[in-house]
């Protein structure tokens, strides 16, 4: 292995580390608060690993939706119901074993999978070839992600954006008209 | 090597310091500084990652995480100023 690799294999096991720790933080705390700041915690470290894997993109959004919006809504929930955890009434046994089990099998399945970065897998060689070659001469778009992104699944992506485009704008009007009654309410009040 | 290794270690062990600060941390506002405080931590991380593999391209991303990280603050402190986060302008006054 290559110096650069075996730097990166360290950074991997330390951001494990710290995401099994963070992990059991988030089930041994009792004060709720803690538990959601522990949760941004743990995506941030999920991000970062997902950058040593390259998958950057992966890592935008689990940084966006994990650190930033599930936060603030978690928040709102805790602002809605309590803020410490109710001791829990049945035993944790059953629920270990179940996910030891589960954890096991995925484990027992990793075993089939080719190695890290193997060059002969049929990620690489099925349609990536394909792909290397004729994208430049298709598209002209440099990046070949974005050229898959925006030009060969181009209808693919415009319909996710909108989709995402009316939620954000249904989100919006249902909790900007609230607010606004409320606002004319309560300047009605002091008149 | 070294420097990858040296950067590594004071990272991790800033790293373990937060993460101690939030487990235990008494009050809400060590959590919130503590959250922030790993959230540049990561940016370090990925700069220095960027940096070492010789792939600048990092930066942006790094860059990005700050926002993120700002924003992400400041909501959580509007939010504990407020208690609510649609309405935040009109109950400021009564809390």
Redesign the interface.
């Known amino acids: 292995m290559s110096?650069?690799l075996?730097?990166?294999a360290?950074?991997d096991i330390?951001l494990f580390t710290?995401l099994v720790?963070?992990a059991i933080?988030i089930l041994r705390?009792r004060n709720l608060?803690?538990v959601v700041?522990?949760a941004?915690?743990f995506s941030?470290?999920s991000?970062?690993l997902f950058?040593?894997l390259d998958a950057?993109d992966v890592?935008?959004t689990e940084?966006?939706v994990g650190?930033?919006i599930s936060?603030?809504l978690m928040?709102?929930t805790i602002?809605l119901t309590f803020r410490e955890e109710k001791k829990p009434s049945h035993s944790a046994l059953l629920p270990i074993l179940v996910c030891a089990v589960a954890g096991a099998a995925l484990i027992y399945g990793t075993r089939d999978m080719p190695a890290f970065g193997a060059p002969d897998t049929p990620v690489q060689t099925h349609v990536a070839p394909d792909y290397i070659a004729r994208t430049p001469v298709e598209t002209g778009v440099p990046n070949i992600v974005t050229a898959v992104l925006a030009s060969y699944r181009g209808y693919d992506t415009l319909g996710e954006t909108a989709v995402i485009f009316t939620a954000a704008i249904a989100v919006l009007l249902l909790?900007g008209a609230?607010?606004k009654r409320?606002?004319s309410k309560?300047s009605e009040g002091k008149e | 090597m070294a420097m990858l290794l040296a950067i590594t270690a004071a990272l991790f062990v800033a790293v373990l310091l937060v993460l101690i600060r939030l487990f235990a941390g008494p009050t809400l506002y060590d959590r919130v500084l503590a959250v922030n405080t790993f959230g540049t931590l990561t940016v370090l991380l990925l700069s220095a990652l960027g940096f070492v593999t010789e792939r600048p391209d990092f930066l942006d991303i790094a860059m990005l995480y700050a926002l993120i990280n700002f924003v992400s603050t400041i909501a959580i402190l509007k939010f504990f100023r407020y208690r609510a986060l649609g309405r935040a302008t009109a109950s400021g006054e009564d809390v």
Request: charged share 5%; aromatic share 6%.
């Open positions: 110096p650069g075996v730097g990166i360290i950074i330390l710290f720790v963070t933080a705390l608060f803690g700041m522990l941004g915690v941030l470290l991000a970062a950058v040593t950057v890592a935008f940084a966006a650190a930033g936060t603030v928040l709102g602002a909790l609230s607010g409320r606002e309560d």
